[in-house]
């Protein structure tokens, strides 16, 4: 990976000229590397945004550990998609420090750099390239260097049409390999998309309503696949579907206005008044 | 299989080569045949008119490649690339203007129109352009640069589809403005004419004219084979993908700007090259071809022809412009009526062209 230089910048500020800088640090850091050895894998801090004057995040403050699997639920309009945006730096917050591992400040990098630190997205609604057959999809989408130059000649090497034949076994897509993309059923594309983040080979997962439109089998292999990826990778899960949260949820974020009101264990948030308060019921 | 004959079957397969090549045998055997060797007034002699004329359509299907490679393929609808094949021409016609040497109406050594406006040397701009090599490099570098450091701003800040469109209409009408005055240096609204010699030789001769014939035909095979390369690779794919979901790509780990800034000034190169051998050819340039209307035009054969396929660009380039010289000589007030008409009734009917159509027709069968 090519270090970049603003993962740096926080380093090189802060201590003072006359230390040799391995005398700082009790570990090396690497650039482009995400440093996890705190036990965190994302941080946010105090994240604010507004969209004239409508606050989409107050002060939220959010830690995700290595290797978790940590469910986001709320209301509509709680925040949950704007955090997911700040975090893949398609917004940029108003106030607040937002960290991928120790080093790696997300608010001075360009999508494109988030993704190559090691943060994959899945969206709301599946935006898979439709144009492009499904093994074209995950090619695209595959680890590689993905500068122009190494682009024009790149060629596929035996391992990585291995790596995504598997992909696509996985996703149970491999029947449908070089079926262009727009012609798969929702669900597929779901899980198209959720491929195109694995080769992407992310420690950090983001998925925004990964199961929104799946049918009841696809939903419960959907969580098993997450359930099988905590641990190696960290997962975000944003649903709307409780039955599946309370399916895989470790612990629970309730988010709320912007902010969050509550975090635990699945039975503890549930019994919160504040939460029973912000569902009213539901 | 060797390595060159997979990289051959990845852009063409058999069918495609022999096409091709049937193509380059007509261009560069049988038409120079029927133009030099066939005498004048034989019923198979080719005439110096279609020489002509069939060698202004292939600059414009090099025009049309480059245009389909930004739009048809990255998505980015240009509607200045007008501006980028003329300055490729201005290029071009420094280099023969100071070919004419002393024969002009003044026999002066400065060109017609620097006599006229009494000026006695070179300004700046004419620097070193009697060198063909100089004139060469700057047909490249001019439209290339300017594209980049246009495409980086516009591209960065993103700016997208039709703000785009609209800034690049503005940016080759500022630019006929800029070239109307006689003060940039570039003979005002007459622009550049009465070309004599190219390289030394004469340039009315038909041999000369074939040779020119000759080398846009190759440039327009050249053109082909490199886009064709350009959208069968892994940058291709990337292309499109950013064409039709570019938050997509960039979530990826794809930065877009780069790729888009490739693309586009790849295709302002080409279009400079279309300009350079378009000049000697038609014999003249001047500021009416960046105006906005000609930029418009190049984006209608693209859409007649089928975005998004490259034959679909030389098919455009071909059926529009060869209707063009038809109805401006039997029906010269209604041309402009045809191809608005043409252009609405593509859009309606042919979203994916004459390419388009003959594919389903194709499937059909």
């Known amino acids: 990976m090519k270090p970049s230089e603003p993962l740096l910048l926080r380093q090189v500020a802060a201590p003072g000229p006359e230390q040799e800088p391995a005398a700082r640090y009790t570990h090396p850091v690497v650039p482009g590397e995400v440093d996890l050895s705190h036990g965190a894998i994302l941080y946010l801090e105090d994240i604010s945004v507004s969209f004239d004057g409508f606050r989409a995040l107050n002060r939220l403050s959010l830690m995700i550990e290595v290797g978790e699997l940590r469910c986001v639920i709320g209301p509509n309009g709680a925040g949950k998609t704007t955090m997911m945006d700040v975090v893949t730096g398609r917004t940029r917050p108003d106030s607040g420090t937002c960290y991928f591992g120790q080093t790696i400040d997300l608010t001075r990098l360009t999508e494109a750099e988030i993704a190559h630190a090691g943060i994959g997205r899945k969206f709301q609604k599946p935006t898979i390239f439709e144009h492009h057959t499904a093994f074209e999809n995950l090619e695209l989408a595959m680890k590689a260097d993905k500068r122009v130059r190494r682009t024009l000649f790149a060629r596929l090497a035996g391992e990585e049409r291995d790596r995504i034949a598997e992909t696509l076994q996985l996703i149970r897509l491999a029947e449908s390999a070089d079926r262009v993309a727009g012609l798969l059923s929702h669900g597929q594309k779901q899980w198209l998309e959720i491929g195109m983040l694995l080769v992407q080979e992310p420690k950090l997962l983001l998925l925004d309503e990964p199961v929104a439109g799946m049918s009841d089998e696809e939903t419960e292999r959907t969580g098993e696949l997450f359930l099988a990826l905590a641990g190696s990778h960290s997962l975000v899960v944003v649903e709307h579907d409780m039955a599946f949260i309370e399916r895989i949820a470790r612990k629970v974020t309730v988010l709320h206005e912007g902010a969050v009101i509550a975090e635990g264990p699945m039975a503890q948030v549930q019994n919160d008044p504040k939460v029973v308060e912000v569902y009213l019921g539901r | ?365």
């Not at chain 2, 030099?36 to 299907?61: D, E, F, N, R």
């Not at chain 2, 000026?119 to 490249?140: G, M, R, S």
């Not at chain 2, 622009?191 to 004219?209: M, W």
Request: hydrophobic letters at 55%.
């Open chain 2, 1 to 365: 299989m060797g390595p060159i004959a997979t990289a051959l079957s990845r852009l063409y397969g058999t069918r495609g080569w022999i096409v091709l090549g049937a193509f380059a045998v007509a261009l560069f055997v049988v038409l120079p045949l029927l133009s030099l060797a066939v005498p004048a007034g034989h019923p198979l002699h080719l005439s110096q008119y279609w020489v002509t004329l069939a060698g202004k359509i292939m600059c414009y299907a090099i025009v049309a490649l480059a245009m389909d490679l930004v739009w048809g393929y990255a998505g980015i609808l240009s509607l200045g690339h007008g501006l980028f094949f003329a300055l490729g021409g201005y290029a071009m016609g420094m280099y023969l203007m100071r070919q004419i040497g002393r024969e002009g109406q003044y026999q002066a050594d400065l060109p017609d129109f620097m006599v006229f406006l009494d000026w006695k040397a070179y300004p700046w701009q004419w620097w070193n352009t009697d060198q063909f090599w100089w004139a060469a490099l700057l047909v490249v570098l001019v439209p290339g640069l300017l594209a980049f450091v246009f495409g980086y701003f516009a591209f960065r800040s993103r700016v997208k589809g039709v703000y785009f469109s609209i800034i690049t209409q503005a940016l080759t009408f500022a630019a006929m403005l800029l070239f109307f005055r006689n003060a940039t240096g570039f003979g005002g609204n007459n622009g550049f004419t009465d070309f004599k010699r190219i390289l030394g030789f004469a340039i009315t001769t038909p041999e000369t004219r074939m040779a020119l014939f000759a080398a846009t035909g190759a440039a327009l095979i050249g053109t082909l084979l490199v886009g064709r390369w350009l959208v069968t690779s892994k940058f291709g794919r990337v292309m499109m993908a950013i064409r039709d979901a570019e938050q997509r790509v960039a979530f990826c780990g794809y930065n877009t700007v780069h790729y888009k800034l490739f693309i586009w000034t790849l295709s302002a190169v080409l279009c400079g090259i279309a300009g350079a051998l378009y000049v000697p050819q038609v014999g003249i340039i001047n500021p009416s071809e960046m105006s906005p209307a000609n930029s418009i035009e190049i984006a209608i054969w693209v859409a007649v022809g089928g975005r998004g396929t490259l034959t679909g660009a030389i098919v455009g380039a071909g059926l529009v412009n060869g209707a063009k010289s038809f109805f401006t000589q039997a029906f010269p007030e209604y041309w402009l009526y045809v191809l608005g008409l043409l252009f609405i009734l593509v859009t309606l009917f042919m979203p994916q062209g004459v390419v388009g159509v003959v594919r389903r027709w194709r499937t059909r069968t």
